[in-house]
């Protein structure tokens, strides 16, 4: 199976690729289902509506200038590091930006930041296991050779999909996240936790596969970073344990 037409339809000359759309329903999807989830966490779906149109566009600026940082040689002018519509987003950038965004708009209407982030990042898992899809279009995040019989064509040549790897496993994150921030989250800031250390797992494995790597000298960026990620969530999850426990219809300020 090789990927298809990366673009769905066109206006003009102006072209709709999947990529974006992908992406695009992904995020309208996490911000809709933790809309719908806040009163779960004694937040309110103004608070979410809030907290996303900074979120949104500051993640996805976050995620593009952290791509391009580590393939600053690749463009040649403005318009090109511009031009995400190709593809061009890193996930952990967007997380980076997002976390901080979230941060400061919370301390700004004196909300807690942990249990925003608890609600929130089970659908960041959904809204990254559809977008990667659009990696799917666009012929990218892919593996090297391989013969297994669920291998991609990518130039003629059979690859692995790393991108349906991490798609599937963040589909099972956000239901497990989903399932367990309802039922046995203790403490503020351990769903996120949880999600760090889970996605990082995942994703120093599958980032082994992976030709496209963007890279920290002679390291993989996304395998350093998993790294320092599961190590900041376990700590985290043990931190929060004992310092920000969950007391009945109280939320932490």
Known sequence: ??????????????????????????????????????????????DVLDTSLWMLPIGVIGARAYYVLFNISYYHSIGEALDIRSGG???????????????????????SVLNMLDLMIPTVALAQSIGRWGNFF?????????????????????????????????????????????????AYGQTFALYAILYSIERFF?????????????????????????????ILYRYAASHFPIESNKQES
């Open 1 to 46: 199976m090789s990927h298809p037409d990366p673009i769905a339809f066109s206006i003009g000359n102006f072209e709709i690729r999947w990529y974006g759309i992908l992406i695009a329903c992904g995020m309208l999807l996490a911000v809709l289902i933790s809309a719908k989830r806040a009163h779960t966490h004694g937040l309110t779906e103004d």
């Open 89 to 111: 987003l890193a996930i952990h950038g967007g997380l980076i930006f997002g976390a901080i965004t979230i941060y400061l708009v919370c301390r700004h209407k004196k909300i």
């Open 138 to 186: 666009n012929g990218e995040a892919h593996g090297g050779p391989t013969d297994l019989p669920w291998g991609i064509l990518v130039d003629g040549v059979k690859v692995h999909p790393t991108f349906l790897y991490e798609s599937i496993w963040c589909l099972l994150l956000f239901i497990f996240l989903s399932w367990w921030d309802q039922n046995r989250r203790k």
């Open 206 to 234: 599958v980032e082994s596969l992976r030709t496209d790597s963007l890279m920290i000298g002679p390291f993989k960026q996304a395998q350093v970073i998993s790294l320092c990620a599961i190590i900041g969530g376990i």
